[in-house]
């Protein structure tokens, strides 16, 4: 069961990060920064790093002259999460 785990998910904002794209279409940095309470700088980190893996893609854009950045999940990214959160059940569900 714990080898089905994602090392990539370890982190509590990376799993916030997921957890937000799995429910909204689309979901903004700012969004995201005030959503899980981290800086600018931890934010763009694990956004990076998700970005690299495939997991979510980006849009940057202008809202007026105010730069826009958000962020999709996309299929490989969604059915990691969906991988993670079901060997966690699954591990959950055995301790019980």
Avoid: C, P
């Amino acid at each position: 069961m714990i080898e089905h785990l994602n090392k990539l998910f370890d982190s509590r904002i990376r799993i916030g990060i997921m957890s937000a794209l799995m429910v909204n279409d689309t979901i903004s940095f700012n969004d995201l920064k005030t959503l899980l309470d981290v800086t600018d700088g931890n934010l763009a980190t694990h956004l990076k790093t998700l970005e690299e893996n495939n997991y979510l893609k980006v849009q940057k854009g202008f809202i007026g002259k105010k730069t826009n950045t958000t962020y999709t999940i996309t299929r490989v990214g969604e059915t990691a999460f969906r991988n993670h959160l079901q060997a966690l059940e699954k591990i959950i569900n055995g301790l019980g």
